[in-house]
Structures are given as structure tokens and as C-alpha cells.
């Protein structure tokens, strides 16, 4: 890169240049090495997370037989329980790195529907109503008698409100409560959701929303198993 500054005498007229030349061969050589460096980040998430998928669909249809044919031992019960638990987390976990892969990738594809909001919240409350229960934690939702229809993706939505109600198990402590209300408001559709947890630092509201960020993840904060 070069540039160049000119010299000029009393009458304004240019008499002399000065200039500097920058090698940026080196600087341009990093910059790929840094994108290639990223493509392959992205793709050991991918292939990570289909790793860890297998082994672990096998690990939670082994525990689905287990737990229906251990009759009634409390203590293997519990102990299949407690393992079904931990297995559906980290199968969440591999999904999450999967998600992250496609986002970098730019190859997030929504298959928009049509779809009734009210029946995917009852969906995902089904999906996590048990690991209240467990926690000794209740979930109270409110929906609307009526369908509230609209285009969009179904599994993705059902996404979105799943990880919501988790986080709220997740960070409440053990007399943790969540409130979730869906509502119809002249053409929108209100989902709302609270919990007498720990709350977010008003100075990180703008990053939690970004890419591998997560707010305070010390083991204080987290009360989930």
C-alpha cells in the first residue's frame, strides 16, 4: 500500500511529494489464516455435535427400556431418572452446537407453516413440565381458549419457548416459580414470560443476545442438576 503527501510552495503550486510504501502481504496472509482458522472451527462444531448425538441417542433408549423394566426399585428408579435427565442436557447441548455451526455458516433455513402458537407453548410445557416436578418447581401457563395461527417454523418456535422455560428452571432457586402467558393483541401474538429467579445485570442486556455469550455461567448462578 502506498500513499503520498505533496509539498507545496508559497505560490500553492506542488514542488515535492512525500510518500511511504507499507507491506501488507503479511497483514493480508494473517487475515486469511483467520477465516480459515473459523471455517474450521465451524465445521469440528458440526462434526462434534454429530458425535455426541449418536452415543447419546443409544445412551437414552438404553434408559427408556431400563426405566420400564425395573419394576419397582426406588433406587434404580431414581438413578434412571436422574441419568434421563442429565442425558436429555447434553443432547440439548450437542443441538445448541449444532445451531451455532449452521448460524456461522449462514445456513439457518426456516420451514415456515402454518402453525397454531397456542399448541407448540403446550407443547414445550409438556417437554419440560416433568423436570419441574422434579425440581420441586412450578410452572404456571396461560393460554387462550382460541387458536392463535400464524406462518412460521414450527420446530423453531418450539425451540425459542423449550430454552426459555428452561433457563427459568434453571436459574430459580428452590422455591422457583415461572409464569408464562400467551396472548392475542389485535394482530400480535404476546408471549410473556417471568420468574422470581435471579435475573439478568441491566449492563448485560445488550449482549445476551450475541453469539458464545453467556452472562455470569458461574456455578452460583446456574441451579439446574
Known amino acids: 500500500m502506498v500513499s503520498a ?3 507545496k510552495d508559497e505560490q500553492g503550486q506542488v514542488v515535492n511529494l512525500y510518500g511511504a510504501a507499507t507491506d501488507i502481504d503479511e497483514s493480508k496472509q494473517l487475515e486469511a489464516t483467520l477465516r480459515e482458522a473459523d471455517r474450521r472451527k465451524d465445521e469440528f462444531l458440526a462434526m462434534l455435535a454429530h458425535e455426541l448425538r449418536n452415543p447419546m441417542s ?3 433408549s438404553g434408559l427408556q ?3 420400564l423394566a425395573m419394576g419397582e ?6 438413578t434412571a431418572e436422574m441419568m434421563s435427565r442429565q442425558t436429555e442436557h447434553l443432547v440439548r447441548m450437542a443441538d445448541d452446537l449444532l445451531d451455532v455451526s449452521r448460524i456461522s455458516r449462514g445456513k439457518v433455513e426456516l420451514k415456515k407453516g402454518r402453525v397454531n402458537l397456542v399448541d407448540l407453548v403446550r ?3 409438556q417437554s419440560v413440565q416433568s423436570q419441574f416436578a422434579q425440581q420441586g418447581k412450578l410452572l404456571e401457563v396461560s393460554l387462550p381458549s382460541t387458536p392463535i395461527e400464524l406462518d412460521g417454523d414450527a420446530t423453531r418456535l418450539t425451540q425459542v419457548i423449550t430454552n426459555l422455560l428452561t433457563n427459568g428452571l434453571r436459574y430459580t432457586g428452590g422455591q422457583g416459580m415461572v409464569w408464562l402467558r400467551l396472548e392475542q393483541r389485535a394482530r400480535e401474538a404476546i408471549l410473556q414470560l417471568r420468574d422470581n429467579g435471579i435475573g439478568l445485570p441491566a449492563d448485560q442486556l445488550s449482549a445476551i443476545f450475541e453469539l458464545f455469550v453467556q452472562v455470569d455461567n458461574s456455578t452460583a448462578r446456574s441451579k439446574g442438576d
Open 65 to 67: 427400556i431400563l426405566t
Open 73 to 78: 426399585d426406588q433406587l434404580v428408579g431414581t
Open 5 to 7: 503527501s505533496p509539498v
Open 58 to 60: 443409544t445412551i437414552r
Open 123 to 125: 407443547q414445550a410445557q
